[in-house]
């Protein structure tokens, strides 16, 4: 038995993704240009292969991504023959939607929220496959994996669909629809080997390189234009990279030397401060996700 | 994900039992409480007084929770030894225990009961024992816990082990699927370190324990079920002609070139290839996510279920189960529900509800409907066939749950007789 190659955690996955295709008619896979949704689409053409991936991707980009995220989104487009739909955060801002933050911890992360809800009514998605992972957070170790959100996107932690064993209900009423998230059961470390196992191509970012940064509340900003700096924070240069990828005001840097996959691994492995610990917009308060989630943040 | 195999275990016992605090403990103790985590707990535990790692607030997540001091919904953990990955589905041990203990349960293969050492087996103990026998989990483990405060006394243990032993005869658990260890989770004695104040106690660690069960031995050896979850025609020159029928496959293996039964329409045909991705497999094993190409042209759609000529399951409009109620809504005699079995969906109608069940192991008694967290025999009168095996021989396919015609919850989990 134990010679065929057979992964629980991916099957689980493509499960799930085939649930999705079958029980809704207009799916979307929210795409950041991260490891987790990059995986997602690995696990998505498993799913369907040899058809195609049957729902287009979807970015909501805040004009604040690092450059390298942008073109390696477009190349993997255009090598899987994929449809990108992408809406900014730039035009609900110009829309006066929302405002733009202002100082020290101006980011553009929470803005999405309505970028997104915008979009989900504009192309009427009924299900948004999502990469999160019950292991990155607190209130997401509660989620389901077919989570329902009413009209306006809300999740209601007290109120949700019990999942047994491994059936999917994914009916809802008209206006509501479903976040997926088919990796809810994977850790960080699981996929960054399951992305070393099966060889999946991911940003420049993610691996050591020089970048010009700035030292802030124990943490290691990028130094560019759409980070507010104070004239004090002096910008050094360092070799860095990143853990998780978001926008460039939220996500910060590791001190890091490792340059291959086989590095990046094993720099995971070992180490104490978890995958979130980087991300700006979950240091706000300890429950800075959890409200989040509930306004329907992805 | 470098094949270290995957275990899946549910954790029962009452609040103050000290659930909470073994979990954390089976982080600390394998490094899986990073830096941060562990210094959010600790300031959190100074703040709160407590002169001790309260290691419930790494699992007890949302702020209602952490306002009362409770734990409302079921919390998937994750942790990993060189060997194993386990995910932990913590169900909150007070009220709504069964709705919670039910899901939990569902997706597990292993039961850590808790029983607090000063207490012993209380009622409490008896339906998480209960809620295990019923979802027919391989293996449970009793860890009495709090031996610290009864002076890790070799009596105590015995003595509710032969409680304990007393209800495992009343079970349809065979003696070598229980394993007795005495543990301090606040001290750490017996989870991953053998402890010096338990000499008389010869057995593994928690933990030792839980690295030692196998995947393959705690899984069910059953006929292969192969519901059809999704159609794949591909439609591009490469694949002009190509349709695959992608599902999961559960209790069996199927091999390329066997005799199969479409249902259900009770065509035959023969398995031409079996692929998982580009990968063609000779053989398929149970749990694995593939897609499958017949020798013939035969008319399938999502819903049916292909198995071996060999080994037909029943084929029934009338069934009988013990269901579940995990909605507010109660379930009565006469009402309408959609009922998913696996990826099928047939129309329900409840036709006798024949008892409700005491969760203590002490009998039945007859009712008129089945309220939130009650358990209860049922009949239903179905639209059109579903095919089954009992629960007792295969638990994917012989389960089902029933969704609501008007709110679309899921309001009920069924075990097939």
Not at chain 1, 96 to 121: C, F, P
Not at chain 1, 171 to 195: A, C, H, K, M
């Amino acid at each position: 038995m134990s010679t065929i190659y057979f992964n629980p955690k991916e099957s689980e996955s493509i499960h799930i993704l085939r649930e999705v295709a079958a029980q809704f008619e207009r799916p979307v896979l929210l795409f950041s240009g991260g490891k987790d949704s990059i995986t997602l689409v690995r696990l998505a053409q498993k799913a369907f292969y040899p058809a195609r991936i049957p729902f287009p991707l979807l970015h909501i980009d805040t004009g604040h991504n690092f450059p390298e995220t942008i073109q390696f989104r477009d190349e993997l487009v255009k090598e899987l023959g994929l449809e990108l739909i992408v809406r900014n955060v730039q035009d609900s801002i110009d829309q006066g939607k929302v405002r733009e933050e202002k100082g020290r911890y101006a980011s553009r992360n929470t803005l999405q929220t309505t970028t997104l809800l915008d979009a989900i009514e504009e192309f009427k998605f009924d299900a948004c496959i999502g990469g999160a992972r019950r292991d990155e957070e607190k209130a997401r170790a509660k989620e389901r994996v077919f989570s329902v959100r009413d009209d306006f996107g809300q999740w209601d932690e007290k109120n949700q669909r019990p999942e047994l064993f491994d059936m999917l209900n994914g009916r809802i009423e008209q206006g509501q629809n479903v976040r997926v998230f088919p990796i809810s059961n994977w850790t960080e470390l699981d996929v960054w080997e399951y992305i070393k196992t099966e060889n999946i191509k991911i940003p420049s970012i993610y691996f050591s390189h020089k970048r010009k940064v700035f030292f802030r509340d124990g943490l290691i900003w990028t130094a560019n234009k759409h980070v507010y700096r104070e004239p004090h924070e002096e910008v050094v240069e360092k070799m860095v990279r990143f853990r998780t990828v978001g926008d460039m005001t939220c996500t910060a840097a590791v001190l890091s030397e490792a340059d291959t996959l086989d590095t990046v691994v094993e720099e995971i492995r070992q180490s104490t401060l978890s995958e979130r610990g980087a991300r700006i917009d979950d240091k706000r308060s300890e429950a800075a996700m959890e409200k989040r989630k509930k306004v329907g943040y992805f | 994900m470098e094949n270290r195999k995957l275990i899946k275990i549910a954790t029962a016992g009452s609040v103050d039992d000290g659930k909470s605090t073994l979990i954390g403990r089976l982080l600390y103790d394998t490094g899986s409480l990073t830096t941060d985590k562990l210094e959010a707990i600790e300031k959190t535990s100074r703040q709160r007084g407590f002169d001790y790692l309260d290691f419930s607030l790494a699992t007890d997540g949302l702020v209602a929770e952490r306002e009362q001091g409770i734990t409302i919904d079921v919390a998937h953990i994750y942790f990993n030894t060189d060997k194993t990955n386990f995910i932990v589905a913590d169900t909150p041990g007070h009220v709504e225990y069964t709705r919670n203990m039910v899901t939990g349960a569902s997706t597990s293969q292993v039961a850590i009961i808790l029983i607090d050492a000063r207490k012993g087996v209380i009622e409490q103990t008896y339906r998480h024992f209960f809620i295990s026998n019923l979802l027919r989990l391989s293996h449970v483990v009793v860890a009495i816990n709090k031996m610290d405060l009864v002076g890790y006394d070799e009596d105590v243990f015995l003595k509710i082990k032969a409680d304990f032993d007393a209800l495992v005869e009343k079970s349809n658990f065979q003696t070598e699927q229980i394993t007795f260890i005495p543990i301090s989770a606040l001290k750490g004695e017996n989870i991953a370190k053998k402890s010096a104040e338990m000499p008389w106690y010869v057995g593994n660690t928690l933990l030792d324990h839980l690295e030692v069960l196998e995947p393959e031995d705690l899984q069910e050896q059953a006929f292969a079920r192969f519901p059809v979850q999704y159609v794949i025609r591909p439609k591009t020159d490469a694949f002009h002609d190509f349709r695959g029928f992608s599902g999961k496959l559960y209790g069996g293996n199927l091999n390329v070139g066997d005799q199969v039964t479409i249902l259900p329409s009770f065509t035959e045909s023969k398995i031409k290839s079996i692929q998982l991705f580009d990968q063609e497999l000779e053989v398929a094993v149970p749990g694995a996510s593939i897609t499958i190409t017949l020798e013939d042209e035969v008319d399938i759609s999502r819903g049916d279920m292909i198995v071996k000529s060999s080994e037909l399951p029943s084929s029934e409009k009338s069934i009988t189960a013990t269901i579940c109620q995990v909605n507010h809504k109660p379930l009565k005699i006469g009402q309408k529900y959609t009922l998913q079995h696996g990826v099928n969906r047939v129309l329900a109608k409840v036709e006798s509800i024949q008892s409700k069940i005491q969760t203590d192991f002490s009998g039945e008694e007859s009712t008129e409907a089945l309220k939130l967290n009650d358990i209860g025999k049922v009949s239903f009168k179905l639209s059109k066939a579903i095919h089954f095996d009992p629960y007792q021989v295969n638990r994917s396919n012989g389960s089902f749950i029933l969704i609501d015609e008007g709110t679309h919850d899921t309001v009920s989990v069924g075990f097939i007789f």
